[in-house]
Structures are given as C-alpha cells and as structure tokens.
C-alpha cells in the first residue's frame, strides 16, 4: 500500500508506503515501512519511490560538465569555484600539457569557466578539464544560481524547455550539471531569461509548466500570447538525472 502521490510533498520520517514498494534515494526502510529521510517532493517509477530533496548541494561526478570560477592561481594548477562544498582543481596540464606558460597569463582570478569533471577523488575534490565542444572560458554575459536539483527541469525532455527560452530570447545559454548557467544576449533578454530560469527552478515540481513559460517569453517579448499551447504529453516531472 502507498500512502502518498507522486509529487507529494513530504518531511523527514514520513511513512511513504508498506515494504512492497522498494525504497530509493531519500528513503529508508524501517519496520516494513518505506520513510522518508529528508523534506522533498516523492517520485514514484513502477515499485520504487523516491524523494527528491528541495534544495541540495552538489556533489561532483565524473562525467560532469560545470560551470567554475577560478578563485586562487598556483604554481601548477587553477583552484576552482564549482558551487559545491567540495574544491576543484583544473591542472595544468589539463590545458596545455607539458608546455610551460604562466598560468595567470592564461585563466586570472574571477575568470569563469565551462569545465568537465575528469575525476573525483575519495574526498569528493574534482579533477577538472577542457577537452570537449565548447569547453573553456566564458566572455560577458551573466551567471544565474539555481539548485542542482532543478537542471533537468529546466532543459526539459530532449532539451525542449531550454531550447525554447533560447529560440525566443535569442540568447546563448550553458547549462552546468552544478546549477550555474551561463547567459549572453542583449541586456534585457538576458534579464527576462535569468527571471524565467528563476520562475522554473521555483515551480519545477508543478504541471503545465512549460506553457507558463511560453506564456511569460511571448507577453515580454511579443506583447501577446502563443498561438497554441504545448500539448499536455509533452510535460515531464524531472527533477534528477
């Protein structure tokens, strides 16, 4: 038997459903019962149940692409801000190999970075490097913060929800798997785009979501709104990878 919808929201200790559902992250087993372990919204796929937290901090992954400020230069590494209580570190080597350069010459302080996590070792410090489209420094625009959690929602299913806002506020956008986004267009759409990405990440857990978006993106910028609406199978609650 369960005992909450998918969607739910819950708090930590909650009884979710009897120990015929299997218990997934977020959850403990405890006297036949599947809980929940902290506050967050349920997700249910087939027998296994789930809950996502509302706010998290993220945890670095090998694999992952993410947005990162350098913070210090040293004598053969970057030290580097990638919004996480763990630290990373671009080597340089990472950037020219064995070459020998100054290394403030190439990335300064305050420099942002489109980075890829090499490794992760058993501290959780990342390994960070460049090779792959796109990576390296950023150049003008603007960073905006959102939850990890939230990133999936705001690419949407085959990257239709980030797609959109592009297509329509014709600015460039980098989505980070560590909840930074990169934006650059003109200075107003760069706004619009920060306050829709901040609209997303606050109703990420809600239905009808992407035609509120399209809604928002048309009156701004057209004045009116979209000749039809995107249909309802094209919604999907995703609030983790």
Known sequence: MIYVENKDLVIPGQVLADDEYYSGRGTFK??????????????????????????????????????????????????????????GILPAFEVFGREKKELNKVYDVGDVLFLRVVDVDEIKKAKLGLKGRGMGKFKGGIIVDIAPTKVPRLIGKKGSMINMIKDKTKCKIVVGQNGLVWVKGDGDMEQLTKNVIHLIEAEAHTSGLTNKIKNKLYLAIDGELPPEEVPEEEEEFVLEK
């Open 30 to 87: 405890e006297n036949g019962k599947v809980c929940s372990s902290l506050m967050g919204l349920v997700s249910l796929r087939n027998k296994k149940i789930r809950v996502i937290p509302l706010k998290s901090k993220y945890v670095p992954k090998k694999g992952d692409v993410v947005i990162g400020k350098i913070n210090d230069v040293r004598f053969s590494m970057w030290d580097v801000d990638i919004n996480s209580p763990y630290s």
